[in-house]
């Protein structure tokens, strides 16, 4: 089963933008779930008590080739990891932008291999394009398919500087921090 499968047949996805192939592989953006929300009736549900926001998700058959999401806290990996833990491997790129982080580190996790950002302001698309090095000129005149190839392309070739933590120095590095509001309120 491709992660893609799994996550309509499961209905995990969450308001995503695009789900489609692009060259031989497959792109996602959105949001994917990671505990549901409380069900009203059989057709109400409540939105998820907890999700993996703003998700650039490239994958080729049943691996997971590239993944960065927006995490509100450090504490939801655990359960995304048990959720879709199984659809990554030791190959695959990992970015996790993480809101209450305190700093940033890159660990590992069952032999899969996570780096964490600190996220407060920033989106994960503007973090991506700065971690790949792209500017949205760049990209301007692409379709969605065309530029979540073009950022997966150029993240292969990005070297990834890595402050090696373990998962539990990951844990202690949780702050306070919520994200900061942006625009009228």
């Keep these: 089963m491709t992660p893609i499968e799994y996550i309509k047949e499961n209905n995990l996805e969450w308001q995503p933008s695009f789900s489609g192939n692009i060259t031989s592989l497959h792109g996602y953006r959105g949001a994917l779930i990671i505990e549901e929300g409380k069900r009203l009736s059989e057709t109400r549900v ?7 926001r703003q ?26 990891f048990s959720k879709y833990g199984e659809f990554f491997d030791k190959d695959s790129i990992n970015l996790l932008y993480v809101i209450d982080l305190d ?3 890159t660990f590992e996790y069952e032999g899969i291999k996570f780096s964490a950002f600190m996220l407060d302001e920033s989106s994960v698309w503007n973090e991506v394009l700065d971690f790949a ?53």
Excluded: H, R, W
């Design 133 to 185: 090095s792209l500017e949205k000129s760049d990209l301007k005149k692409l379709s969605s398919e065309e530029k979540i190839e073009k950022v997966y392309e150029e993240i292969l070739s990005t070297p990834l500087d890595s402050i090696d933590k373990s998962y539990d120095e990951m844990i202690a590095l949780m702050g306070n921090t919520k994200k900061a509001l942006m625009g009228a309120v």
């Design 46 to 52: 409540m939105p998820p008590k907890s999700q993996a």
């Design 103 to 105: 700093a940033n580190g």
């Design 55 to 80: 998700v650039i998700m490239v994958s080729e058959n049943e691996k997971i080739k590239f993944f960065a999401c927006e995490l509100e806290t450090f504490g939801y990996f655990k359960d995304f």
